[in-house]
Every structure is written in structure tokens, then in C-alpha cells.
């Protein structure tokens, strides 16, 4: 009975570790070089910002913070990593490799804080980068303290016409984490990005 009760355990232990399996991504010095700063100066917009890997005791995390204006077709300040057929940055690399034993990734965590306003991931699964219609899109609230913020990628919605639209993770060409929207004032800090099963 005794040998009985430790393999239950065992066996539920292996299945609730398999259940919070996550690919995990902390920002760090290694990696912040595959991310990248954008506004929309790129296409005649106003908003200024800017991204600043910064560390508060042992937690090490990146901060988009600025002004977003909606002036001159504007409204948004972005941090984005992107695979291309000449560089696939690590996060891709597992991602696009997910798939196992039949289990598919669900949806995102991010451990972040803000200023009480709402932030945005951008996720691109198309090579046709400048069509509006190539965005998908989640909304997520911050608060002051850090907190974990979890989006099932069936909760996205297509930018164009808010309509839903499940992803599928090793289709993810873009990840962007953006201020977005309105005239208001950035201020983000996200320690880490994770995939969930």
C-alpha cells in the first residue's frame, strides 16, 4: 500500500509539473539585443520613448517608457523581437519547436508593473509585416506592485476589425509589447516573458 501511495504521488507530481511546463524568457543582458525600440516616428508620428534595461535587487527587468501621441496619424511606442530568414533569435527557435507529445502552447505570461494603464502585445504571423490586417492583438491592465499577467492566445483579437483570432505559437513571426492607442504617458516594466501549456 505504501509503495502504491508513493507511485500516485509521484505520478500526480510529474503531471502538475507538466501542466505549469512553460518556456521562459527573463530579460537579461544576454538576450535584450534581440528586441528592439520603435515608434511611430517610423511612419511621421510624434510619440517619443524610449527602453532602458534596468535592476531593482536581484530582479533584472526592461522599461518602455514615453510619451504617446496620437498627433500626425501617431499613437504608439513598441519593444518588438522578430524572426526573419536571416536571423531567429532564440525565443523563435523554441517557439516554432513547441509542439510535444501532442501538447500545444495556450497563451502568455508576462511578469510586469506599470502605472495603472493599459498596455498591448502586437503578434504578427504573417510575412506581410505592413498590412494592418497581419496584427493580432491583447490588452492587459498594470499596477504599481509586479504582477503576473496571463492571455490564452484565444483571447487575441484581429488589430483591423476586432475580430477573434486564436494563434497558434509556431506561427509567431513579431512580438511586440507596445503603448498604444491614445495620448498618454508610457511607463512599463516587464521582468519576463513566458509561453504556457
Not at 524568457?25 to 511611430?40: A, G, K, L, M, Q
Not at 530568414?85 to 500545444?104: A, T, V
Not at 497563451?107 to 508593473?113: D, E, F, P, S
Request: proline share 3%; charged share 25%; hydrophobic share 35%.
Amino acid at each position: 500500500m505504501k509503495k502504491l501511495l508513493i507511485l500516485l504521488l509521484l505520478t500526480f507530481t510529474t503531471i502538475a509539473s507538466a501542466n505549469e511546463e512553460v518556456l521562459s524568457f527573463p530579460f537579461t543582458p544576454d538576450n535584450v539585443n534581440d528586441w528592439r525600440y520603435f515608434s511611430d516616428q517610423v511612419m511621421g508620428g510624434v510619440s517619443e520613448g524610449q527602453v532602458s534595461l534596468e535592476q531593482d535587487a536581484d530582479k533584472v527587468f526592461i522599461r518602455l517608457s514615453g510619451n504617446v501621441r496620437t498627433d500626425n496619424n501617431g499613437g504608439f511606442i513598441q519593444l518588438r523581437t522578430t524572426t526573419s530568414l536571416s536571423n531567429k533569435p532564440l525565443m523563435f527557435k523554441l517557439l516554432h519547436n513547441s509542439n510535444k507529445e501532442g501538447k500545444k502552447l495556450k497563451g502568455i505570461r508576462l511578469k510586469v508593473k506599470g502605472n495603472g494603464e493599459k498596455y498591448h502585445i502586437f503578434i504578427q504571423t504573417t510575412i506581410f509585416y505592413r498590412l494592418p490586417t497581419s496584427y493580432k492583438i491583447a490588452t492587459f491592465d498594470t499596477s504599481p506592485n509586479w504582477e503576473t499577467v496571463e492571455i490564452p492566445f484565444n483571447k487575441f483579437k484581429k488589430l483591423k476589425d476586432n475580430i477573434d483570432s486564436n494563434i497558434s505559437a509556431k506561427d509567431i513571426k513579431t512580438f511586440g509589447i507596445v503603448a498604444y492607442g491614445r495620448d498618454f504617458k508610457s511607463d512599463l516594466s516587464v521582468s519576463s516573458v513566458e509561453f504556457y501549456y
